[in-house]
């Protein structure tokens, strides 16, 4: 059985930092493209950031890019997201989301939340003083 479980969300004030966590178990393949997602209330879900655990490339959304950092820690199944700078307009729940995907695929696809086959619960992150 798949399982994302995230966690690491809270209360943040503007100009700080927060990382998430996304613990992977059950996933079948030895490759997957895991991507953090948020939405915000009344918006649409939007992809943020992605790793391919086959070769370790990383993607970004312009909005994220040099201030969100992924990453994964291999041996405790785990994907990360390091948040810097936060502002108010980063408030959203963050969900994890894992697809089976080789890493040349990964790039034109990864932004596209209907392609993910397993998703977490989400871990609610609120940027405010």
């Known amino acids: 059985q798949v399982q994302l479980v995230e966690s690491g969300g809270g209360l943040v004030q503007p100009g700080g930092s927060v990382r998430l966590s996304c613990v992977a178990s059950g996933l079948p393949l030895d490759y997957y493209a895991i991507a953090w997602f948020r939405q915000a209330p009344g918006k649409e879900r939007e992809a943020v950031s992605c790793?391919?655990?086959?070769?370790?490339?990383?993607y970004y959304a312009d909005s994220t890019k040099g201030r969100f950092t992924i990453s994964r820690d291999n041996t405790k199944y785990t994907v990360y997201l390091q948040m810097s700078a936060l502002n108010p307009s980063d408030t959203a729940v963050y969900y994890c989301a894992a697809v089976g995907v080789e890493p040349a695929a990964t790039s034109y696809m990864w932004a596209a939340s209907q392609v993910y086959d397993y998703w977490g619960q989400g871990t609610q992150v609120t940027v405010s003083s």
């Open positions: 790793i391919n655990t086959a070769d370790d490339s990383t």
